[in-house]
């Protein structure tokens, strides 16, 4: 896996930074060609983890989000990380309607719907504290291209 290109993007916990965050990260891998589904399920991935962060890691105050997108010839790589409160049960926090915002109007389908548009999800710890949130997608447009070269 040769990475073509990279970034890092680092902004504040702020709803508003939500479409700015999926709209970067989306200017950014058009270079590669995507169909417009592939680069919708990239913006709807991104603005789940983000949102995620949002919510989830920073509750009543304001701290830092940053995303590292890889780019190889075939293959997106984002990862969405935080350095908040973390998650507690890691073993429940993939599972369809678990949430930690119990009483709020969290539906706790944040992971599943990032797993049904990404080819692969994991989250994990961070390194100091918080939560990453790594995802990868598969161009099947720029794969063809090179079929075809």
């Keep these: 896996m040769e990475i ?16 700015f965050a999926r709209a970067t990260v989306a200017a950014f891998v058009a270079s590669l060609n995507p169909t417009i589904d592939e680069i919708t399920d990239i913006k709807t991935a991104v603005s789940e983890a983000v949102t995620n962060c949002i919510v989830h890691a920073y509750p009543n105050t304001v701290g830092s989000i940053t995303i590292d997108v890889k780019l190889t010839d075939s293959d997106v790589y984002i990862t969405v990380a935080d350095t908040g409160v973390g998650i507690v049960d890691f073993d429940k ?7 930690t915002k119990i009483g709020d109007e969290r539906s706790g389908m944040g992971f599943t719907v990032m797993e049904s548009f990404m080819d692969k999800v ?6 100091s504290k918080g939560v990453m949130v790594k995802m990868q997608k598969k161009l099947g447009r720029v794969n063809k291209i090179l079929a075809e070269g």
């Design 4 to 19: 073509i290109n990279k970034m890092t993007l680092i902004f504040s916990s702020l709803s508003i930074n939500e479409s």
């Design 122 to 127: 994991d989250v994990a710890k961070n390194k």
């Design 93 to 99: 926090v993939k599972q369809p309607f678990y949430t």
